[in-house]
């Protein structure tokens, strides 16, 4: 720290991490004052960098820690149109669609020689028909630059330590990693979007049983796949596997292809070899994958998931609330996490927002009912998956247009729709469904 002459406030240099190379700025240190921040955010990832958007967008002071480094590689790389709007309400789709990302137009589902496609065209009127595959190295990135410069105090390399709440303040006790040095930030209120970090999940024991049984997820980017058509290039595979679980096959713009399983944790730990061959041995057994990936080559180290499903059993407490994977998570299968995250975060953001300017917020109507009721949607799907009674309804050729576009719907990540009937109660809509279908009566 230095001063550059007499009487001037003090100034530091300050890390900034971009792409593969390290970047100083020189940056003005604020004076002395009651509180870092107004808003404090956890997380850099699609959560913490919308909801600190959010909250920058409407005037207030943000800060936003990471404990990683960028680029990173992390699960969750399929969007859903509904991703596209939220993107968009927070000035972030631009960024997002500079970046030349796979578009995405619907999604193959196959189970051997039954194939069926949902076309997100097909949808609801006024859902999005199209989203994005994003490598989310690159999307992650990218998320975190634009919202820096969209007044965002972005700092990765901090890791929170610590977190302590009153009636008046928030505080984050946060290790600078680069450093290893220790500082308290002061803020009105703190967002935690910490992912698979949890932090305040972690910190204030907010861990609830899930109620989802253990299962195990495997995943890496291929090169050399064979691609369907240029018209469905885009679309994410979900492959229900022959023995036990399911593959997905995600093609990006830049020529990689993610490719992951998902199983029970026997049959994972009764495969031979390492976790890539365990992959490939799951891939073989698969007659789709197993053609499409033919003359593919990894290209990336394995990544694996156990017991990967999480759940708070509060979202908002005292100047604090969490949102994305720090709080509840479900499963792969429908690629609802980074939707769920956004949705989170906007809704979150805006609550905070009102809640920092002194305005009276009823937090559980304005944000655990809503946020519960969607994940209830995802959390029904994922059993119906499971269960059987999803694959039985998709591949089930006697359904009626409008059962294909409600789901359509629900597959685009429109979960929180008044208007459809599937996402009112859509566990008894799946039964209800499933015998019709059963009875050969839809």
């Given amino acids: 720290m230095d001063c550059d002459h007499a009487g001037s406030p003090p100034q530091e240099k300050i890390p900034l991490f971009y792409g593969a190379s390290y970047v100083y700025i020189r940056a003005q240190m604020p004076p002395t004052r009651s509180f870092d921040a107004d808003v ?22 943000t800060i ?15 969007l859903l149109p509904r991703a596209n709007d939220l993107l968009a309400g927070l000035g972030l789709l631009d960024a997002v669609e500079r970046r030349g990302y796979m578009v995405k137009k619907g999604a193959l589902f196959l189970r051997g020689s039954e194939r069926e496609r949902f076309s997100f065209a097909d949808g609801l009127a006024g859902d999005s028909a199209t989203s994005f595959q994003v490598p989310r190295d690159d999307f992650d990135q990218t998320l975190a630059t634009e919202a820096r410069r969209q007044g965002v105090d972005v700092r990765f390399g901090q890791e929170v330590l610590q977190a302590d709440f009153d009636n008046d303040s928030a ?17 009105r209120w703190v967002l935690d979007c910490s992912g698979y970090g949890r932090v305040l999940a972690r910190l204030l024991k907010l861990d609830e049983a899930t109620g989802q049984p253990a299962r195990v997820a495997c995943f890496t980017h291929f090169e050399g796949d064979v691609r369907p058509a240029v018209d469905v290039e885009g679309d994410i595979w979900v492959c229900c596997h022959p023995i036990n679980g399911w593959l997905w096959l995600i093609p990006f713009s830049n020529g990689r292809t993610s490719v992951g399983m998902v199983c029970d944790p026997a049959y994972w730990d009764a495969l031979e070899g390492t976790p890539l061959q365990k992959l490939i041995t799951q ?9 499409r990936l033919a003359a593919a080559r990894p290209v ?3 990544q694996v998931l156990r017991e990967y499903s999480t759940k708070n059993n509060k979202l908002h407490g005292q100047r604090w609330a969490v949102a994305g994977n720090a709080g509840d998570f479900l499963d792969p299968v429908f690629s609802s996490g980074v939707t769920l995250a956004l949705e989170s975060a906007t809704l979150s953001a805006d609550l905070v927002t009102r809640s920092v300017r002194g305005e009276h917020v009823d937090w559980e109507a304005g944000y655990t009912v809503p946020m519960t009721q969607a994940v209830a949607v995802f959390r ?51 039964a209800s469904v499933h015998a019709a279908i059963a009875t050969a009566a839809v």
């Fill in 300 to 302: 990336l180290p394995p």
């Fill in 64 to 78: 936003c820690v990471e404990r990683g480094h960028f680029p990173r590689q992390v699960v969750g790389e399929s």
């Fill in 380 to 430: 029904a799907m994922v059993n119906g998956w499971y269960g059987g009674q999803l694959p039985d309804i998709f591949f089930n050729k006697q359904k009626l247009a409008r059962i294909k576009s409600r789901f359509t719907s629900l597959l685009g990540g429109y979960v929180r729709r008044d208007d459809n009937p599937l996402a009112r109660d859509c566990a008894r809509s799946i």
């Fill in 40 to 61: 404090l955010v956890i997380g850099a990832g699609p959560a913490g960098t919308a909801a600190a958007v959010g909250v920058a967008r409407q005037g207030l002071r």
């Fill in 171 to 187: 505080s984050l006790s946060v290790k600078d990693v680069w450093r290893d040095q220790t500082q308290t930030l002061r803020a």
């Fill in 283 to 291: 891939l073989q057994r698969d007659p789709n994958a197993a053609q």
